[in-house]
């Protein structure tokens, strides 16, 4: 990826990939989004909390599609970019090394979504 990738871009390019693929096995997405509903559901844990989780795994996984999509959900579930930024944070204890590249990305990610959700001039 490089230093300009547009997250939006990468969840843009995928989804015409899913779109086929899912053409394909409708069953096993419609068990995937089950699943991910479940999982992000507020219970013990909030939304935002459980998409920051889910964005510091896609880090450990080195998964730009799940840095992005989960990015954009932590942003649009309120998350700060402090609060981003320190669930990145714990990345660099659990994985080392590589997480502080895709750690960097999935912070460029998290911006980029958190600011197109505050809008032009808009403070965080």
């Known amino acids: 990826m490089s230093d300009h990738t547009c997250y939006q871009d990468v969840l843009n390019d995928l989804h015409p990939q899913h779109r086929?693929?899912?053409?394909?096995?409708?069953?096993?997405?419609q068990g995937f989004a089950e699943m991910s509903n479940g999982a992000l559901?507020?219970?013990?844990?909030?939304?935002?909390?459980k998409e920051l989780i889910a964005m510091a795994i896609g880090v450990v996984a080195g998964c730009d599609g799940c840095?992005?999509?989960?990015?954009?959900g932590a942003a649009r579930a309120?998350?700060?970019k402090e609060e981003a930024a320190?669930?990145?944070?714990v990345?660099?204890?659990?994985?080392?090394?590589?997480?502080?590249?895709y750690g960097a990305r999935a912070y460029?990610?998290?911006?980029?979504?958190?600011?197109?959700?505050?809008?032009?001039?808009?403070?965080e």
Request: glycine share 10%; net charge neutral.
């Open 78 to 80: 309120g998350a700060s």
């Open 108 to 123: 460029d990610a998290f911006c980029e979504f958190a600011d197109a959700k505050a809008g032009p001039g808009s403070p």
């Open 41 to 49: 559901t507020p219970r013990a844990l909030d939304r935002k909390t």
């Open 67 to 72: 840095i992005a999509s989960h990015a954009q």
């Open 86 to 89: 320190e669930a990145i944070g």
């Open 20 to 29: 086929a693929l899912r053409k394909i096995i409708p069953d096993v997405y």
């Open 91 to 101: 990345t660099f204890l659990m994985h080392g090394g590589p997480a502080t590249i």
